[in-house]
T-cell receptor, first 110, second 116 residues
């Protein structure tokens, strides 16, 4: 099956710093989503981005489907950005199943 | 955005008993619901996919007789962990996807199950 790897696995930042999280996938995909899992376990939808670039406030994401990777940019990080960031891909039309990546654990300190 | 709820948020049960977890889509009709399991500091693992009115499709290695899934309506799916054992202790998360035109999955807040 498809492999979804994220890097780095852990990231520690001081408030105000910028960061880039990467998601590599081993096969072509129909759908890619980025999520933030907060310390209480809730997954929050960040982006639905099978291709192209999107921005939402301090966050932006880019997916280059032909090269099988996606990037999540966090600018001016805040302590509330702490948590685990997952990318998840849907492979094959009509499957609907999301395969989650390995995750990046982000800690932002004041 | 679309809202998905889960109940209970936390449950402790004795070994050998059964536990039911509910997943509801509050403001949209979910044609498909998914159940995931997450162990501490690990990623989410898909357990099964359920479509309203039909039998659930289980992922390889997931015991369908142990994890009973019912998707009785377009807004409700239930997961019943039967004859629970301590190794079933985990964080269970559901997600829901709407009809065509709604491409994203939306996730519930999760249920932490502890089996003693």
């Amino acid at each position: 099956g498809i492999q979804v790897e994220q890097s780095p696995p852990d990231l520690i930042l001081q408030e105000g710093a910028n960061s880039t999280l990467r998601c590599n996938f081993s096969d072509s995909v129909n759908n890619l989503q980025w999520f933030h899992q907060n310390p209480w376990g809730q997954l929050i939808n960040l982006f639905y981005i099978p291709s192209g670039t999107k921005q939402n406030g301090r966050l932006s994401a880019t997916t280059v489907a032909t090269e099988r990777y996606s990037l999540l940019y966090i600018s001016s990080s805040q302590t509330t950005d702490s948590g685990v960031y997952f990318c998840a891909v849907e492979q094959g039309a009509g499957t609907d199943k999301l395969i989650f990546g390995t995750g990046t654990r982000l800690q932002v300190f004041p | 955005g679309a809202v998905v709820s889960q109940h209970p948020s936390r449950v402790i049960c004795k070994s050998g008993t059964s536990v039911k977890i509910e997943c509801r889509s509050l403001d949209f009709q979910a044609t498909t619901m998914f159940w995931y399991r997450q162990f501490p500091k690990q990623s989410l693992m898909l357990m099964a996919t359920s479509n309203e009115g039909s039998k659930a499709t289980y992922e390889q290695g997931v015991e369908k007789d142990k994890f009973l899934i019912n998707h009785a309506s377009l807004t409700l799916s239930t997961l019943t962990v039967t004859s629970a054992h301590p190794e079933d202790s985990s964080f269970y998360i559901c997600s829901a996807k709407g009809a065509s035109g709604l491409y994203e999955q939306y996730f519930g807040p999760g249920t932490r199950l502890t089996v003693t």
